[in-house]
C-alpha cells in the first residue's frame, strides 16, 4: 500500500498547502478531540484569511494564544473575559472609519456569551455592528474546570452543579439565547453544531455576508466537561441533534425560518448515556427516572415547538446534511 | 482680582439661568474681561430652584470656590421669593433684581442696598411672544449696574440670534434697559470695586 | 530565549513548533481492509475498486480493473451466484449494491465498444504452458498466464470452447451471442484452441509434458455425485446435470407431468426453471437450504442465486424449504412418489449435518425424482495433481465450488502457481485481508437509497431462449456504483480533514488508490475522531509504541 | 481663538482637533457634555468620526480598545462609577500597550451617592498602568487634551486627562482653543505599530506563563518611567506652537526660597494662588502643582521640596484606613531628601465640598502647627455624625 507520504511534501509543508484556508492551525494546547478547536477551525475555513477576530476569554482563547506562540492565521485580539462583542464593535467602527472591508467576527464560549458578556453582546447587537459573533456553547465554564452556566443542560453534572443526595445537577434550565437574540431583531441568527460542518460553514459564509449584526450558535462537545471519550466528539454532537435536545435553526429578525428536520428521532437516552455529566440519570433511582423523562420532554417540546419533523426526507435534514460520497461531503 | 464681581442667578431648573450666567460672561468677554460662569450642581430636575454663578474680572480668574457672598442676586421667577433664604449671603451694599409683574417691596429684603423688579416675563411675551425673562433681565441688570456696556451684550445676542429674532431681542434689551433706571446701583459697584 | 514582545504579541500560526504529537496515547493510522464483496468474490475480483471508478464515470478503468481478475464479466454479471452481494454491508443498512448488474453493464459495454483486454503479447520465446478444458477455469488460466507473459495452447474435447457455459447453462440465464463474444475476444489475445482434443483419448498427459513446461489441467466432471437413498435407486433415474446438458444440445427433455428435483444449487434452479418453460406441470425443489432472505444466514441459504430463485418461484417453480427425501415411493423400480420431512443443518462436534425429525414426513406425489447436489469430485487436491511435475489441477475437477466465478479463480490462482512453479518462484502464500464488517462503519454518512432494480421479462413472456433480465442505463448504474459504501477503502470524503480539531490530518495529492490524506504526527493528539467518523472504516486507532 | 466656552465643549473641540476616528461613550455625570459636544460637531459634519453609543463604560472603553488595535484613533470619557466600571479594561489597554485618551471628569464615588467632584476615581486607577495628567483650569484641558493624543501614541500607553467634574467641565471661562493647522502641525496620522491587519496577522492579549509575567509587568513599569520624557516633549513642544505650557510634569510657583510649600491637584491650584494673594501676611509660600500623577515625577519633586521645610499635601481623594493617597507616595519620595520637609497631608473638597479661599491660612496654621499633620480631612465637620461613628 502506495503512503501519499511518498509524495513531493514534508508533513510541515503540507500545513502550507491546504486547499482550504484554515485560520487556526495545529499545536494548540486543546484537549484530545475538542469540539470548540474544531469549531473555530471550520469558522475560519468558511470566512478565509480577510478577517479581524475578537476573542473572549476562555477555553479558544487559553489554548490558541499562550505566548510566544499563536495558533492563528488570522489579526486576532483578546482582551477580557466580557467585553469580545465591544472590542468587535470597536474594530468595526474602526474599518469603517477607515474604509476597510475586513471583516469582524467575535468569538465566546457559552459562559462569555450566555453569561457574562450578555450585556456587551446585547449592545453589539442593538448597534446592528457589522460583525458575526459566534458562540462556542459546550454548555458550561470548561476553562475554570467545568463549572454550571446559564447554557449548561437541565440536571447535567458540574462541579458546581454536583450530583448527590440532595441534588440531580443543574436545577434550572438552559437558557433560550437565541430568543434574546432574536429580540434584538438581527438580520440574521442560527444556531449549528460541529457535528454539521457544511452547514456550519454554510452559516458563517451566511452570517459574514450579511450587512449588520449576526449570530452564531455552534454546539461543541467538551470531551472533559461532558464526560465522553475525544473520539465521539462528533457523535455526542450528531446526537443531540438527532435527539431534538440542540435544534438547528436559522433566524432572520427574530423569526425562525429554517429548523432541520430530523429524519429519524432518537430517544434523549442516547444522546445522554455516552455523557458522564448525565451519569447519575442512570441509576434507576424516581429522582434519576423523572429527570430522564424530563429532558425528553423537553427534547420533544423542541420538536413541537420549532417542528423538527416532516414526513418527507429532506436534503439539508440531519441524515441528510452530512452525506459524503466519493471526493468530499455532498454540501460543502 | 481687586475688581471681581461675583453674581448669583437664581431660577428653576429648566428656565434657562445657566444659559444667563453663560451669557452674562459672554457679554464679559466681549468687553475684553475675564469671566468665569458655571450651575450649581446636584440632582435637581426641572422645575427645582437652582443656582448659577457669574465671576467677571479684569484679570484672569483663577479662583474656583463656589460664591459664598455675591454683590447681586437676580431672581428669575417671582415665586423663587417663598424660598427661605433666596437671597443668602448677598452683600449689604448689593442688589437684587427680580423678575416679577408688580412691584416687590424693598422692604422685604432689610439691609440690602438696591432691590428692583421687572416684569421682564410680561415684557418677553409682548415682543417676543415668548415667557422668557433671561434677555429683559439681563438687559436691566446691566443697566442699573453699568458693570459690561449693552453693546457688549448686544454681540452675545448678536452671535446667539439671527435675523428677526435678533431684532426682537434687541428691542427687548432696549425697552428692558429704559424701565430701569440707568445706572442706579452703581453705588454698589463703585462699593464692591473698594 | 526568546524576547518578550510589546504587548506580549505573538506572531500567527507559530503554534506549529508545539508538538502535541507527544500527548498521543494512541494514533490513527491508514489500514485498508478487505470490502466484503471482494473477499466474498470466488473469481478474486475486487467489485468495490471497479464500482469506483463507475462511480468516478470511468467506465473504461472500470472495467479494466474488473477483468485484472475476471476476464468473462458478461458471463458472470449474468450467471454468478454473486455471494459478494449477500456479503456486501450496505445490505445491512437497505439493500446491497446491483454488483451483478454493474458487472454485466461493463462486461457488455467492453464488447460493444470492442474495448480490448489491458495486456501485452508474450515474448516470443516466452515458455509454452497446456491449458486442457475450455471451460471457465481453462479459458481464465489461459487468460492469466497470457497476462503472465507464458504462451497458452487451449485443448478441450468439445469442437466449441465454453464448456459447462455451453453445456449446462440455459440461455436464457446466457445468451450465446454473449458467451460466444465474450469468449472469442478472450481466445483473441494470443491463444492457441485445439478442439476436440480429449485428454487421455486423443492426446496423453505425457504427451503434453514433454511439448508443455507447465500443464494444467481443467476438464470438468462428467461424473454425477452417486446418489441413492437407503440404497434405493430408479431405473430411470437421471441427474439435473446430465438432464440440463442433454437440454442445452438437444433442445429437448424426457416427458414429465410431476417431478422433484433435489438440491438447493443452481443446477436445481435452472433445471426446475427449463422444466416450467418446457411445460412440466408440476415442478417441487426440495432442499434441506432454506430461502434467502432477512433473518436467514447466508450458510443457511439455498446456494443458488436468490434472484434465480425468486425468478423460479414466479414462474412456478415450487419450493420446499428446510426439507429433506426420507423415502422414495416406488412402484416397481419407478417413482410414484416422495417422503418428505422437515430437515435443518446442525452443528455436531463442530461438523454441520443435516438433521430430519421423525413426525414431520409428509408425501408428494412426483412421476420423477431428479438430484441435483453437484458432481463428483475427479481430484481431490489443489496444485500439483498426481505428483507429476509442472502439471496443474484446477476448476470442477478440483472442487472449486461448482460454480462460474469459482472456476475462474481457480483458473488464475492456477495460473499464478504455473508462473511460480516455472520461474523458480516459492509458492504464494497470500494472507487474506480482513473483511470489514458493517459496525465498523460510520453510516451516519449516508443515505438511504433504493437499490436499482434491472427489468425483468414478465412470467408470461418468458422461455427458455429469452434473456429475462435487461440492461440497465449508463445513468443508473453509475448512480447505482455512487450507493457503494466503499467498504475499508478511503474514497477522499474528507471527513477526517475536516473533523480533526488539531488540524493534523493534512490533504496532499490523491494517490493512485484514492487515498488523499497523511497524518502529522506532530500534532495529532490521538482523539480518534477521524478514525470513529471514518465512513468506511480505513483508519485504525493503534497504540503508540 | 480665544472665546468664551463651557470646559466639556472645549474639551469635545480639542479632542475633534486630534481627528479621532472611534469615540465610544456611556453618559454619566458630569463626562457627558464633552461626548454630547462630540456628537454635535459630527452632526454638523464639523468632524468625521464613528461615534458608538454603548450600553456601558465597560463597553466604551473596550470598543475604543478594539479601535485603536484596529488601526484607528479613539477616544472616549467618564467619571466616576463609569470610570471604575471599566476597571478590569484599564488594566488590559496598558498591558496590551494600545495608545487611547480618555477624559476622566472626576466625580465622588458612591455610596453614599453622589453626583459632585473629588478626585477618588481616578486615584484608584492609579495603578492601572496608565499615565495620568490633571488639569487646573480649561485651558489646561484642552492643551492636554491634544498633548495626550501624542503621549500615547509614542509611548503606545493609553493615557487618561483628569479634570474636576462641574468645576472645570461645567464652568464656562475664556479659553484659547488651537486651530486645525496648530494640531495637525503638533500630532501626525494614528500610526500603532501592532494594527490588527491581516496581511500581517498578529495575536494580541496572549497567555503569559510565570517565565515572563515579570519582566512584561516590569517593561510596563519601565514605559511609564520613561513616558516621563514624552510629556515633557509633548508640553514644550505644544509650547512652542501655542504659546502655553501645562506646566510640564510637576510646577512651582512662588519664591523660590520660601520654606513652606502647598502641593496639590487640579482645579484647586487656582483657588489657593487667589488665597495666597490675599494673605500676604502669612509669608512666602511655594505652590506645587502635581500634574503628572503616573507616571510619578519623582526627580522634580525633589528639586521642587528642597529647601521646603513644611510641605503641605492637599488632595482630593483619600485612602480609607491609610490616609492620603498623593501624600503618602510624596513623603516616601521625600524621605530619600538629605534633610527631608515635615510633610502635612489633608483631604478636602470631598463629594463637592467646596474648597474655600479660607482653607489657605487653616493649612498654613497646621504647617506651622508644633505637630505634623500625618493624615486628616481640614473640612470634616465631625458634629454632623453620631459619637458613635466620630
Known amino acids: 500500500m502506495d503512503s501519499p507520504r511518498s509524495n513531493s511534501h514534508t508533513v510541515a509543508e503540507l500545513h502550507h498547502k491546504q486547499p482550504a484556508f484554515r485560520g487556526l492551525e495545529a499545536g494548540h494546547l486543546a484537549c484530545s478531540g475538542c469540539g470548540q478547536a474544531l469549531g473555530a477551525r471550520l469558522v475560519t475555513e468558511a470566512i478565509g484569511p480577510d478577517v479581524i477576530i475578537a476573542n473572549a476569554t476562555g477555553c479558544l482563547e487559553v489554548f490558541t494564544s499562550a505566548w510566544p506562540r499563536s495558533s492563528w492565521r488570522v489579526p486576532w485580539i483578546h482582551s477580557l473575559f466580557e467585553n469580545a462583542p465591544a472590542v468587535a464593535s470597536g474594530i468595526e467602527a474602526a474599518l469603517k472609519a477607515q474604509g476597510r472591508a475586513t471583516k469582524v467576527v467575535a468569538l465566546g464560549g457559552d459562559g462569555g456569551t450566555f453569561d457574562i458578556g450578555l450585556q456587551s453582546l446585547s449592545g453589539m447587537l442593538e448597534r446592528n455592528h457589522n460583525v458575526l459573533y459566534i458562540c462556542f456553547d459546550n454548555e458550561a465554564y470548561m476553562n475554570t474546570g467545568v463549572h454550571r452556566s446559564s447554557s449548561t443542560p437541565h440536571a447535567a453534572m458540574t462541579m458546581t452543579s454536583p450530583s448527590g443526595k440532595m441534588r440531580m445537577g443543574k436545577r434550572h434550565l438552559k437558557k433560550d439565547l437565541l430568543a434574546i437574540i432574536g429580540a434584538h431583531q438581527i438580520p440574521y441568527a442560527a444556531t449549528a453544531t460541529v457535528a454539521y460542518p457544511s452547514d456550519l460553514r454554510a452559516k458563517v459564509r451566511r452570517g459574514i455576508e450579511i450587512e449588520g449584526a449576526a449570530f452564531l450558535l455552534v454546539h461543541s462537545p467538551c470531551p472533559l466537561g461532558w464526560g465522553h471519550d475525544g473520539a465521539l466528539s462528533i457523535e455526542v454532537a450528531r446526537l443531540a441533534v438527532e435527539t431534538g435536545i440542540f435544534p438547528i435553526l436559522e433566524m432572520e429578525r427574530g423569526n425562525v425560518v429554517t429548523a432541520m428536520k430530523i429524519r429519524d428521532v432518537r430517544p434523549v437516552v442516547d444522546y445522554l448515556r455516552p455523557q458522564e455529566r448525565f451519569h447519575h440519570l442512570f441509576d434507576d433511582s424516581p429522582e434519576a427516572r423523572d429527570e430522564l423523562e424530563h429532558l425528553q420532554q423537553l427534547a420533544d417540546h423542541n420538536i413541537e415547538r420549532y417542528r423538527l419533523t416532516a414526513s418527507q426526507p429532506e436534503a439539508h435534514d440531519s441524515e441528510g446534511v452530512d452525506t459524503v460520497g466519493r471526493g468530499g461531503m455532498r454540501w460543502s | 482680582m481687586g475688581d471681581l464681581t461675583e453674581i448669583r442667578i437664581e431660577g428653576r431648573g429648566g428656565q434657562g439661568n445657566v444659559v444667563a450666567a453663560y451669557m452674562l460672561a459672554r457679554a464679559a468677554f466681549e468687553d475684553a474681561r475675564f469671566a468665569q460662569a458655571y450651575p450649581s450642581f446636584g440632582p435637581e430636575r426641572r422645575g427645582a430652584p437652582v443656582s448659577a454663578f457669574v465671576r467677571i474680572s479684569d484679570e484672569p480668574i483663577k479662583q474656583r470656590c463656589q460664591i459664598s457672598d455675591p454683590l447681586y442676586v437676580i431672581i428669575q421667577d417671582p415665586s423663587l421669593l417663598h424660598v427661605p433664604n433666596i437671597c443668602a449671603g448677598i452683600r449689604a451694599d448689593g442688589g437684587i433684581l427680580i423678575n416679577a409683574s408688580t412691584e416687590v417691596a424693598p422692604a422685604r429684603f432689610p439691609g440690602i442696598a438696591h432691590v428692583t423688579s421687572i416684569p421682564a416675563t410680561a415684557m418677553a411675551l409682548r415682543v417676543l411672544s415668548e415667557p422668557i425673562p433671561n434677555v429683559a433681565l439681563l438687559a436691566a441688570f446691566l443697566t442699573l449696574t453699568e458693570l459690561i456696556p449693552l453693546a457688549a451684550y448686544e454681540r452675545v445676542l448678536a452671535h446667539r440670534f439671527h435675523g428677526q429674532d435678533l431684532k426682537s431681542n434687541l428691542q427687548l434689551v432696549r425697552e428692558a434697559s429704559s424701565y430701569v433706571a440707568r445706572s442706579s446701583w452703581k453705588e454698589a459697584s463703585h462699593a464692591a470695586a473698594n | 530565549m526568546p524576547t518578550l514582545t510589546r504587548g506580549s504579541f505573538a506572531h500567527g500560526a507559530t503554534s506549529l513548533s508545539l508538538k502535541t504529537g507527544d500527548w498521543r496515547l494512541q494514533r490513527p493510522q491508514h489500514r485498508h481492509k478487505a470490502a466484503p464483496c471482494a473477499t466474498e468474490c470466488p473469481a478474486g475480483e475486487n467489485p468495490q475498486a471497479y464500482i469506483a471508478k463507475v462511480a468516478e464515470d470511468d467506465l473504461r478503468g472500470a472495467w479494466e480493473t474488473l477483468v485484472a481478475a475476471n476476464p468473462l464479466p458478461a458471463i458472470t454479471g449474468r450467471v454468478c451466484h454473486h455471494p459478494c452481494e449477500r456479503g456486501c454491508n450496505r445490505g445491512s443498512f437497505d439493500q446491497p449494491i446491483a454488483i451483478h448488474n454493474l458487472e454485466r453493464f461493463l462486461g457488455d459495454r467492453a464488447i460493444d465498444e470492442r474495448w480490448n483486454y489491458p495486456i501485452n503479447t508474450p515474448s516470443p520465446d516466452a515458455p509454452q504452458v497446456a491449458v486442457v478444458g475450455a471451460g471457465p477455469a481453462g479459458l481464465s488460466a489461459a487468460y492469466h498466464l497470457i497476462r503472465r507473459g507464458f504462451w497458452v495452447t487451449l485443448f478441450d474435447a468439445e469442437p466449441e470452447p465454453g464448456g459447462l457455459l455451453r453445456s449446462a447453462l440455459p440461455p436464457y440465464r446466457l445468451p450465446r451471442e454473449v458467451l460466444n463474444r465474450e469468449v472469442e475476444r478472450l481466445l483473441a489475445v494470443g491463444i492457441v484452441f485445439k478442439p476436440t482434443h480429449r485428454i487421455g483419448r486423443d492426446i496423453s498427459i505425457d504427451e503434453l509434458r514433454a511439448d508443455f513446461p507447465g500443464v494444467f489441467l481443467a476438464p470438468g466432471t462428467s461424473r454425477a455425485r452417486e446418489w441413492t437413498i437407503d440404497g434405493v435407486v430408479p431405473s430411470d433415474l437421471r441427474t439435473g446435470l446430465d438432464l440440463l446438458r442433454e437440454w442445452n444440445s438437444i433442445g429437448a427433455l424426457p416427458e414429465y407431468n410431476r417431478v422433484a428435483i433435489i438440491g438447493g444449487g443452481n443446477t436445481a434452479i435452472d433445471l426446475a426453471r427449463v422444466m416450467r418453460f418446457m411445460g412440466v406441470e408440476e415442478v417441487h425443489l426440495i432442499t434441506f437450504q432454506r430461502l434467502p432472505g432477512p433473518g436467514v444466514r447466508p450458510k443457511d441459504a439455498m446456494s443458488a442465486t436468490p434472484r434465480e430463485i425468486a425468478q423460479a418461484l414466479e414462474e412456478g417453480v415450487k419450493i420446499h424449504e428446510a426439507r429433506g427425501v426420507r423415502r422414495l415411493i416406488m412402484r416397481g423400480d419407478t417413482v410414484v412418489g416422495v417422503e418428505v420431512v422437515h430437515m435443518k443443518e446442525l452443528d455436531h462436534h463442530g461438523r454441520r449435518e443435516p438433521v430430519a425429525f421423525e413426525g414431520t414426513e409428509t408425501i408428494l406425489k412426483v412421476d420423477q425424482v431428479i438430484p441435483a447436489i453437484g458432481q463428483q469430485l475427479d481430484a481431490a487436491t489443489f496444485g500439483r495433481a498426481l505428483t507429476l511435475p509442472g502439471v496443474f489441477v484446477g476448476g470442477d475437477a478440483r472442487m472449486a465450488g461448482g460454480t462460474v466465478s469459482g472456476a475462474i479463480g481457480d483458473g488464475r490462482r492456477a495460473a499464478i502457481a504455473i508462473q511460480n512453479y516455472l520461474e523458480g518462484l516459492p509458492e504464494d502464500v497470500a494472507v487474506p485481508l480482513r473483511s470489514i464488517a458493517f459496525n465498523e462503519l460510520n453510516v451516519n454518512y449516508f443515505e438511504h437509497a433504493p437499490r436499482v432494480q434491472a427489468p425483468l421479462l414478465a412470467v408470461e413472456q418468458r422461455c427458455a431462449d429469452a434473456e429475462i433480465e435487461g440492461a440497465l442505463s449508463q445513468g443508473t448504474i453509475v448512480g447505482e456504483a455512487r450507493r457503494c459504501f466503499s467498504c475499508g477503502k478511503c474514497m477522499s470524503c474528507d471527513n477526517c480533514w475536516t473533523l480533526c480539531p488539531d488540524n493534523s490530518v493534512l490533504k496532499t495529492e490523491r494517490t493512485e488508490d484514492g487515498w488523499q490524506y497523511v497524518f502529522d504526527y506532530d500534532h495529532c493528539k490521538g482523539c480518534g475522531i477521524c478514525a470513529h467518523e471514518c465512513p468506511v472504516g480505513f483508519i485504525d486507532m493503534v497504540n503508540e509504541p | ?390
Open chain 4, 1 to 390: 481663538m480665544l472665546q468664551p466656552i463651557e470646559g466639556s465643549a472645549a474639551v469635545a473641540k480639542a479632542v475633534a482637533l486630534c481627528r479621532p476616528q472611534v469615540v465610544a461613550a456611556y453618559p454619566i455625570t458630569p463626562q457627558t457634555h464633552i461626548v454630547e459636544g462630540i456628537a454635535r460637531l459630527i452632526a454638523d459634519d464639523d468632524l468625521r468620526c464613528e461615534l458608538i453609543s454603548v450600553e456601558s463604560e465597560f463597553s466604551a472603553i473596550s470598543a475604543i480598545l478594539g479601535a485603536a488595535a484596529a488601526g484607528s484613533r479613539a477616544y472616549t470619557a467618564s467619571s466616576a462609577q463609569g470610570i471604575l466600571l471599566m476597571t478590569e479594561v484599564l488594566h488590559n489597554v496598558a498591558g496590551l500597550r494600545i495608545p487611547l485618551v480618555m477624559t476622566c471628569a472626576n466625580r465622588a464615588i458612591g455610596a453614599p451617592v453622589s453626583a459632585w467632584n473629588d478626585q477618588q476615581d481616578s486615584m484608584v486607577m492609579r495603578d492601572t498602568g496608565w499615565i495620568q495628567l490633571y488639569c487646573a483650569d480649561n485651558q489646561e484641558a484642552v492643551d492636554t487634551t491634544i498633548h495626550a493624543f501624542r503621549i500615547a501614541e509614542r509611548t503606545e500607553l493609553p493615557v487618561m486627562v483628569c479634570m474636576d467634574g462641574y468645576i472645570l467641565t461645567h464652568t464656562l471661562e475664556v479659553i484659547d482653543l488651537p486651530t486645525q493647522e496648530q494640531a495637525d502641525a503638533f500630532l501626525p496620522p494614528y500610526h500603532f505599530a501592532r494594527t490588527l491587519d491581516p496581511r500581517k496577522p498578529l495575536t494580541i492579549g496572549t497567555l503569559v506563563t510565570p517565565d515572563f509575567y515579570t519582566e512584561a509587568r516590569y517593561a510596563n513599569h519601565r514605559a511609564l518611567i520613561r513616558a516621563q520624557e514624552e510629556i515633557l516633549a509633548a508640553d514644550r513642544d505644544w509650547e512652542k506652537i501655542s504659546g502655553r505650557s501645562c506646566g510640564r510634569l510637576l510646577s512651582v510657583n512662588g519664591p523660590y526660597d520660601a520654606d513652606v510649600a502647598v502641593l496639590s491637584i487640579g482645579s484647586v491650584m487656582g483657588t489657593l494662588s487667589d488665597a495666597r494673594e490675599q494673605h500676604p501676611e502669612l509669608g512666602p509660600v511655594k505652590l506645587i502643582k502635581l500634574r503628572s500623577m503616573r507616571p510619578f515625577p519623582i526627580d522634580e519633586l525633589k528639586r521642587a521640596c528642597e529647601r521646603v521645610s513644611e510641605l503641605i499635601v492637599l488632595e482630593r481623594a483619600l485612602s480609607p484606613g491609610g490616609g492620603g493617597i498623593i501624600g503618602p507616595e510624596v513623603r516616601a519620595v521625600l524621605s530619600e531628601l538629605h534633610s527631608p520637609p515635615r510633610i502635612h497631608n489633608f483631604a478636602a473638597g470631598l463629594g463637592g465640598r467646596d474648597i474655600p479661599l479660607e482653607i489657605y491660612p487653616k493649612l498654613i496654621e497646621a504647617a506651622r502647627a508644633h505637630e505634623v499633620t500625618r493624615f486628616a480631612i481640614i473640612d470634616v465637620d465631625i458634629d454632623k455624625l453620631a459619637v458613635e461613628d466620630r
